[in-house]
C-alpha cells in the first residue's frame, strides 16, 4: 500500500483518504511503523526509508505508558484521539500535535494521523486577518472611532483619575492610556498605543512563570463578555520590576458586540507587602508560642523531677577547684565532659557552667540519653513532621531545636547505642540537622554539655564509643568528685538538705548535734550527695520533738564517731598536736553546718552541746576566725 498515491482504504465501513495530512501505518505487535506519507516525512524531519523502519516508541521517548493507552483505546473502541502525546522531530524538537488513530481492517495496525496545532493555529490567525482584509476596514474604522468618542468624552475624568485605566480593542491592543497608568507602569502612552497589552505588562506571573495570553482575565472580559476582577497579579514596569496590582477589566459593546475592554487598576505593593510582613510576623509568633510552650513544659517537668537545690555547696578543695573550673570555661562555647560517679551532682555543675555563659538568658535542656528508645533517638533529638510515621499526628520540635541559642546538657552520653552516635556526631559537627520525615534542613546556635559515670575512654578502646564522638565532647573535662572523697563538705550539705525538707514538710526548726554529724562523717556513702539528701529528708519525717532521728542504711550507723580502728591504731598515741588538729576540725565542722551561727537553735553550740561561751573561747584559743567562717559559709550557700 502507497500512502503517498492518494489510496483509498475501506475502514469500518468508511472510506479514509490519506495523503494530504501526516498519516503512518502502525502495527500493533511490533509497534513498527509499516508505511509513513510524505507529509508524515516531512513533519517529522525523517527519510521514509528511515521512518518506516522506526518502532513508535523511538518518536515518543518517555511516553510509553500514554502510547500504550492510546493504542489500546483504538483497538477497543475503533476510533480514539488524543492530545496527550508530543512526537520528537528529528532535529530534536517537541512537536504538538493531535493524534487520531482508526483500526485498520484485519485489526493488527492502525492508521495513525498526526495534525500538527501550530500550523493549525496559523491557519486560524491566517483566516482571521483573511476576514479582516475583506470585509474588516469599515468595522476597524467603526471601533476606532467608539474609543475615540469614549476618549474625548472621559478626557477629563481620565486625565483626573487616581487608578491606572488603560482601553484594550478586541485584538488586545492598546487603544488610550492615562496618565495615572504611565506613573505606575513607567512607560509613555505613546509607546503603549497600539501595542499588544497583555505581552508588554501582563507577560509573566508574580513568580515569574509565563502568563499565556489565553488565560489572561484582561482579555476574557472581551472575550466571554464578562467583567473579571482580579486581587492579586502583578504587572510588570518598563524597568523589569514587578508591582501588585488589583484589577477591573469591564467588556465595552457596540451595539450589542464587545469590541474591546475598559482596564482600571491601582498599585497595591505597599499593601500586599504589609500583609505579606504580617503573615511572616504570625508565622513566627504562632512558631515562638509553640516553642515557648514546649520550653515552659520542659521546665516545669525539670523543676517536678529534680526539685533540688541548683547551687553547688562544699568548702573542699575539690568543691572549690570545680567552681574554678566553672568559672574559667563558663563564658566560653566550648564542649564540656564532666564525669563522676552517680549522684556527685553532675547536672548541678553543668546549670552552673550554663548560668556563668553567655546563653544563660536561654534555656537549658536536659537529655537522658539512657531513658530514650532507640527507635525514637532521632525524633527525640532532631524533632519529626507531622506524618513521618504511624503516631506522628502534628510536627515536633527536637530537643537541639528547643536548646538553639542555649545549651543541651547530654545526661549519660555514655548510654547511646554506637549505631546513633554517628547521627549525633554529625549535628555536633555541622550545626545541622533534618527532622524526621522532613527534607528542610535546620541550622541551631548549641553549647553542648555532656556528662557519664563511665569511663568514656575505656570505652572507645573496647569499641563501644565513637573515638571521634569523644574527643568532639572532652574539649574541657571535670571530674565531680564522691562525697566521700569530701567529707569536710558532709555537716554543710546535711544542714542544708535539714534546713530544706523541714521547710517543704512543716516540721519547723530542725538542727543537727554533734552526733548527728558525727554519724554522717562516719558514714561510707556510696549513694553520694543524693544519698545524704534522702536520708535527710528522712531523718525530717521521722524527727519528733525538734530532735531529728537519723536512720542510716547501713548498720554501722550506730557506731562509734570515727570508723573502727584497726589492733595497730588502738596502740597508737594521739599527740597535741594531733589532738587539737581534731579538735579544731570538728569545731569547724559545726560552725559550717549551722551556717556560722554560735548560739540559738541551730548554732554551733547546740550541735556540740556546749554553752556559747565556750565555743567561742574554744574557737579563739584554736585560732578560728568566726566571722570569716560565716562569710565563707555565706558564699558557699549562694553558689
Known amino acids: 500500500m502507497n500512502m503517498d498515491g492518494g489510496a483509498v482504504d475501506a475502514v469500518g465501513g468508511r472510506e479514509f483518504r490519506y495523503g494530504v495530512d ?10 513498527r511503523v509499516r508505511d509513513a506519507n510524505a507529509a508524515a516525512c516531512h513533519l517529522l524531519g525523517y527519510d521514509r526509508d528511515l521512518l518506516c523502519g522506526m518502532v513508535v516508541t523511538q518518536l515518543h521517548r518517555g511516553q510509553e505508558p500514554a502510547l500504550l493507552v492510546f493504542t489500546e483505546a483504538v483497538i477497543a473502541k475503533g476510533a480514539w484521539w488524543t492530545r496527550s502525546l508530543t512526537a520528537r522531530h528529528a532535529g530534536g524538537r517537541q512537536l504538538r500535535l493531535e493524534y487520531a488513530g482508526t483500526l485498520l481492517p484485519g485489526g493488527d495496525a492502525m492508521l495513525l ?3 500538527d496545532l501550530d500550523a493549525r493555529r496559523r491557519r486560524d490567525i491566517d483566516e482571521e486577518g483573511e476576514l479582516y482584509l475583506r470585509d474588516g476596514i469599515s468595522e476597524w474604522r467603526r471601533v476606532e472611532r467608539v474609543f475615540q468618542e469614549i476618549e474625548r468624552e472621559n478626557h477629563l475624568i481620565l486625565q483626573a483619575a487616581g487608578e491606572g485605566i488603560y482601553g484594550v480593542n478586541a485584538e488586545g491592543k492598546a487603544t488610550f492610556v492615562n496618565p ?6 513607567g512607560w509613555p502612552a505613546e509607546q503603549l498605543l497600539g501595542r499588544d ?6 507577560h509573566h506571573r508574580a513568580d515569574g512563570t509565563l502568563y499565556p495570553a489565553h488565560e489572561c482575565p484582561i482579555y476574557a472580559a472581551f472575550r466571554d463578555g464578562q467583567v473579571h476582577r482580579v486581587s492579586d497579579e502583578v504587572f510588570w514596569r518598563r524597568d523589569g520590576k514587578p508591582i501588585w496590582v488589583e484589577y477591573t477589566s469591564t467588556p465595552i459593546r457596540v451595539g450589542g458586540t464587545v469590541v474591546g475592554a475598559v482596564v482600571v487598576f491601582r498599585d497595591v505593593s505597599q499593601r500586599h507587602e504589609a500583609d505579606a510582613r504580617l503573615r511572616a510576623a504570625l508565622a513566627e509568633v504562632d512558631r515562638l508560642r509553640e516553642r515557648l510552650e514546649l520550653e515552659n513544659a520542659y521546665l516545669q517537668e525539670e523543676i517536678r523531677i529534680s526539685g533540688n537545690h541548683r547551687g553547688i555547696i562544699g568548702r573542699s578543695a575539690a568543691v572549690q577547684k570545680i567552681l574554678q573550673q566553672v568559672e574559667l570555661v563558663g563564658p566560653t562555647d566550648a564542649s564540656v565532659l564532666i564525669t563522676g560517679e552517680s549522684g556527685t551532682g553532675k547536672e548541678l555543675v553543668a546549670r552552673a557552667i550554663h548560668e556563668a555563659s553567655r546563653r544563660s538568658g536561654r534555656p537549658l535542656i536536659r537529655v537522658n540519653c539512657a531513658a530514650i528508645p532507640r527507635e ?8 519529626h513532621a507531622r506524618g513521618a510515621f504511624t503516631g506522628a499526628l502534628r510536627d515536633r520540635v527536637g530537643r537541639f531545636e528547643l536548646a538553639d541559642g542555649g545549651t543541651l546538657f547530654l545526661d549519660e552520653v555514655g548510654e547511646i547505642p554506637l549505631d546513633l552516635q554517628g547521627k549525633l556526631l554529625r549535628v555536633l559537627q555541622d550545626s545541622q540537622f533534618e527532622r524526621v520525615g522532613d527534607e528542610r534542613t535546620r541550622k541551631v546556635d548549641v553549647r553542648i554539655v555532656a556528662a557519664t559515670n563511665r569511663d568514656l575512654r575505656a570505652e572507645v578502646e573496647r569499641g563501644r564509643f565513637r573515638r571521634d564522638l569523644y574527643f568532639r565532647l572532652d574539649v574541657f573535662p571535670i571530674e565531680t568528685p564522691a562525697l566521700r572523697e569530701r567529707p569536710e563538705d558532709i555537716p554543710l550539705l546535711a544542714a542544708h538538705f535539714l534546713r530544706d525538707a523541714a521547710r517543704k514538710g512543716g516540721a519547723g526548726a530542725l538542727t543537727l548535734t554533734e552526733g548527728d554529724v558525727r554519724k554522717l562523717l562516719a558514714y561510707p556513702w556510696p549513694g553520694n550527695v543524693r544519698e545524704l539528701q534522702n536520708v535527710m529528708e528522712r ?13 542510716l542504711p547501713e548498720p554501722g550507723a550506730e557506731a562509734a564517731p570515727a570508723p573502727e580502728p584497726s589492733g595497730a591504731a588502738l596502740l597508737a598515741i594521739e599527740t597535741e598536736r594531733d589532738r587539737r588538729a581534731r579538735e579544731r576540725a570538728n569545731l569547724l565542722a559545726a ?3 549551722a551556717g556560722g551561727k554560735v548560739s540559738g537553735a541551730g548554732g554551733a553550740a547546740a550541735l556540740l552541746g556546749l554553752p556559747p561561751t565556750t565555743v567561742t573561747s574554744r574557737a579563739k584559743a584554736l585560732g ?3 566571722r570569716a567562717v560565716r562569710e565563707r559559709t555565706r558564699r558557699a550557700l549562694v553558689c
Open 22 to 31: 501526516a498519516a503512518l501505518v502502525v502495527e500493533f505487535a511490533t509497534g
Open 376 to 383: 525514637l533517638f532521632e525524633s527525640e533529638f532532631f524533632g
Open 197 to 202: 497589552i497583555h505581552s508588554v505588562m501582563h
Open 539 to 551: 531523718a525530717a519525717i521521722l524527727a519528733q520533738s525538734g530532735r531529728i532521728a537519723l536512720d
Open 624 to 626: 578560728i576566725d568566726l
Open 113 to 115: 494521523t498526526l495534525y
Open 180 to 185: 495615572a497608568a504611565e506613573r505606575i507602569l
Open 591 to 593: 560552725l559550717e553546718a
